[in-house]
């Protein structure tokens, strides 16, 4: 049965445009062209039928009968497969487009494409190549137990089932055999096993222990260690990795079987014969003929299969391979990106050994085919669509990320680490806050339950992946009290009524952190402590009882990897000087990598920079001290590998608000950061601030009980904006009929809108840095009528509504600062509705109204009692 071709790749034959774009060189080595990486990648899936385990499953759910439909996945023709989420079964399903569509499912059926459909597709090309000089690798990639070796190797010994790999070594030999009498060839093969971020030769012929130091180059007791360099002439390879020559299909066969009992099989709870390693056999064919000599290199992957660590039941040693194998695959993910993603300069290849080995494949014009495999399972739908997104981001690749230049120093051991950045920045990491991994999980859970009944309640964010949704979506603040804690839900400017959250969670968190970054702080190295000036004195203040150290927390939630953070400084004003903040920063959930790298200045490079990663280990704390803030960006890139949510809770302190007098950062202090800075820096969720627009000096100890601070930055307008186009564009379809509540409703929210849009429209201005009083008070007029029209609003919207008086709120905070605004440079607040004013009027409770220099204000108005509740409301900010 033929795989099912997507239209475009019928039209055309794809070998001989391939062949066309690139001319292998003298050496053999295929030169580079500007063929772009997703032109030359082809991707397949493969379904593979239920497991004896699955069915179980489903004869249980069978009988509950919970499920309608079993298999999550639907193989349509054309290459295009829809993945159904067995939770919501009303919903149409997500699509994804693939160059081929193996539908292995059902053995019975016609469509069924079995081991020599494969072949037909993804190999027979691959001969082919191989055998005219080019390059090719063929990487097999999906969740484990999703039959990837079953695909790769299947069963070498029989003729039907044999897999990818050997039906290439069998065609290979037969076209060699084909070659014009006189010419010559000559063919080599290595295996290379990638466990642990370590390398070993499967065709070494030992018995092979791993040594213990994972930095160590000796890959082999008995044998001499492997080391992938990088040459500029002959590219990557690996240093002391055999080369076997081999003649025929049973040369091959018989090196692979000793290699395949090498091999680090294990046991788990998704597959009795899991790979715990990536696999990597190359086939090195040389042919010299008559006007031609070719050298090409055939790769096949097989890789170690992804699994959840959160869901995972992998234990003690599985679990540390599960760690190692989700890590290069999340490296792998990263090189993919950037490979697709035209701009970048630089791919990350040297973050693990597997994308160090693939290097060359990938980015030399190799031909490239990811098979990605599929298990119907309807528990599998998560992991399935990772799968799917991976091939997708490779075909597609707009997708950014952040780890682009440099050399991270990596760190993803379970010891501490202490990391002085330089003369006067220190990070310190611990693996471990709580006091173990389950309390960790229990944490999360609690956490997570209540952030998720918070987000329960508010408009679901938007289902585009646009950039928008690509940063953590949910975030909140919160600051403690005697004994308690206030949590404000952030992810609802525009949204319904949410009550303060007193999270205890939170509150045992905050406890620890304290007490650990006490004790980090404390136990530093005399030269740590001494440069990173102001942390023994911070420290100190740790201590006291009567003001908790840390009195604010941000709560980030992730909803997976999609969601990010950007390069950023938590250098906000209001917590003090940039050179001496510390931040404590808890992560719970799923582990994700965490990026530093040197605030970048005018004319660096873009591979000047230095780089650090992380990994955030689940009940792990980070304590970011010294100039940090000052000297250092961080940033929590996407991670496609990801499938599962994470919270992050960054304890800070507030010292104050904005200094007096400084000015907000002008547009022309923001040319002077390298291009690209600004929109991300713009566009990160933001901290808990304590009112960029405010002035009014907060007591320390009071700064502790600020709960609801404005937030007024242009990401909270174009939140507060996109919030409200969301929440209209969810009512019309409900408005049938003109003068309905409903079309009123929205009527008045649509008023709302476009004064928010006026309102914000000014707050990219620098107020106070300008001499032209005129246009303060333009700013002034139009806030003013901002404010009327929001006011009025809220009178007829009920009064409760929480959406009306949180965007009041921020409409006054910019009120207060325009009228400070106004007063520093002369000009004049009229008082204009005073409450003697007012008590003529029929309702009589007071208010005010603000007028420009020019006098022409909008004194005598009269205000409902609505208004003037909003108001006073207000003041209170
Ligand atoms: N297309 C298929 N037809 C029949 N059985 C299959 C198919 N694909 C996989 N299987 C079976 O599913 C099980 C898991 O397959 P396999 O070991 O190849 O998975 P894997 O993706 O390589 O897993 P890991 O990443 O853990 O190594 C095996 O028992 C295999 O025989
Ligand atoms: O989620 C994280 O680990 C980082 C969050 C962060 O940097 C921030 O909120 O400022
Ligand atoms: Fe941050």
Known sequence: MAPTLPQAALAQDDSLKYRRSASPTKSGRAEKSPRSFGEKVQTAVRLRPFLNLELAKIAQWERRSEHSSYSCVEMKPDGHVTLHDPEKPNQPGRDFECTFAFDSSQPQSSQYADQSTIFEGVGADMVMHGTTGYNCCLVAYGQTGTGKTHTVHGDWQSHEHRGLLPRIAEGLFARLGKLAEGDTWRVRISYVEVYKDRLRDLLS???????????????????????????PEIGVFVENLQELPVESFRDVARHVARGERAKKIESTTMNNRSSRSHTIFSFKVEVRGTGHNSLSTMQVVDLAGRENEQTSECKDERFRELRFINRSLFELANCISALCDGNREHVPFRNSKLTMLLSDSLSSNSRTTLLATLTPSPTGFDENMLTCRFLESAGVGTRTTCSEVGEPVCHDGLEPLTLRLDEDSVMCYLPQLLESPSSATSCYTALAETLQRLLATVPAPPKDSSSENDRAQFYGSGSFGKGDFRFNPRWCLAGRALEDENLKEVLYLKERVEEETLRTLQGLPDECREVAHGLSEQAESLGSELEPFFNSVLVNFYLDGRAQIKWHADDENCYGPAERIVIGSVSLGAPRPFELRRTPRKGDGRNAQERRRIWLQ????????????????????????????????????????????????????????????????????????????????????????????????????????????????????????????????????????????????????????????????????????????????????????????????????????????????????????????????????????????????????????????????????
């Open 205 to 231: 012929g030992t018995r092979m222990e791993y040594e213990s130091s994972p930095r160590s180059t000796k890959g082999a007791l008995g044998g001499k260690g492997l080391e992938v360099r990088a040459h």
């Open 618 to 877: 689940p009940g792990s704390l980070l304590i970011m001290a010294g100039a940090m803030q000052a000297k250092w960006q961080h940033s929590l890139p996407a991670d496609p590998t990801c499938s599962t949510p994470r919270i992050n809770l960054t304890f800070r302190r507030i010292v104050g608000p904005r200094r007096r007098g400084e000015p907000e950062p002008s547009p022309a202090d923001d040319q002077q950061r390298p291009k690209g800075e600004r929109k991300q820096t713009a566009e990160r969720a933001p901290a808990p601030t304590c009112g960029a627009g405010e002035e009014r000096v907060v007591p320390q100890k009071e700064a502790g009980r600020v709960t609801t601070q404005p937030v007024a930055n242009r990401f909270a307008a174009a939140e507060v904006a996109r919030r409200l186009q969301d929440e209209i564009a969810s009512l019309k379809p409900m408005v049938v009929e003109p003068n309905t509540p409903l079309a009123d409703e929205l009527t008045l929210r649509e008023t709302l809108l476009r004064q928010f849009s006026l309102v914000w429209a000014e707050d990219g201005q620098d107020h106070e840095a300008t001499d032209e009083v005129t246009l303060v008070q333009g700013a002034c007029k139009q806030v003013a009528s901002g404010l009327r029209t929001a006011s009025e609003t809220l009178a007829r919207l009920e009064h409760t509504n929480h959406s009306a008086s949180s965007a009041l709120k921020q409409v006054g905070a910019k009120l207060s600062t325009l009228q400070r605004a106004i007063q520093a440079k002369g000009g004049v607040i009229h008082e204009a509705v005073s409450p003697a004013t007012t008590a003529r009027s029929e309702h009589s409770d007071g208010g005010h109204a603000l007028r420009g220099p020019s006098g022409r204000g909008n004194a005598g108005r009269r205000l409902s009692e609505e208004k003037v509740a909003a108001l006073k409301l207000l003041r209170l900010t």
